[in-house]
Nanobody
Framework: QVQLVESGGGLVQPGGSLRLSCAAS??????MGWYRQAPGKERELVAT???????NYVDSVKGRFTISRDNAKNTVWLQMNSLKPEDTAVYYC?????WGQGTQVTVSS
């Protein structure tokens, strides 16, 4: 079974940027997505990308986040700009009901 490993999280000030990576241990032919879960809240979908590169975003991140993927490298990224405190959460990569371990993003001054 394919495994997903996220990286790139950390502490950043409001207005800053981070780039999350999700590396898959094998080829991914399906939609890949980034989700996030803040303390005390349900996990929510942030962005998705098809194998052909069609993307979709939750309204709260449109214009600030960009999802991309490299099928040859079995990797998907989430470029996050203009970060806000409300973006603080554990971010997870997902495909076909497979989840990574998550990476913490904290936006705070």
């Amino acid at each position: 079974q394919v495994q997903l490993v996220e990286s790139g999280g950390g502490l950043v000030q409001p207005g800053g940027s981070l780039r999350l990576s999700c590396a898959a241990s094998g080829s991914i032919y399906s939609i890949m997505g980034w989700y996030r879960q803040a303390p005390g809240k349900e996990r929510e979908l942030v962005a998705t990308i098809t194998r052909l590169g069609n993307t979709n975003y939750v309204d709260s991140v449109k214009g600030r986040f960009t999802i991309s993927r490299d099928n040859a490298k079995n990797t998907v990224w989430l470029q996050m700009n203009s970060l806000k405190p409300e973006d603080t959460a554990v971010y997870y990569c997902n495909t076909n009901s497979i989840w990574g371990q998550g990476t913490q993003v904290t936006v705070s001054s």
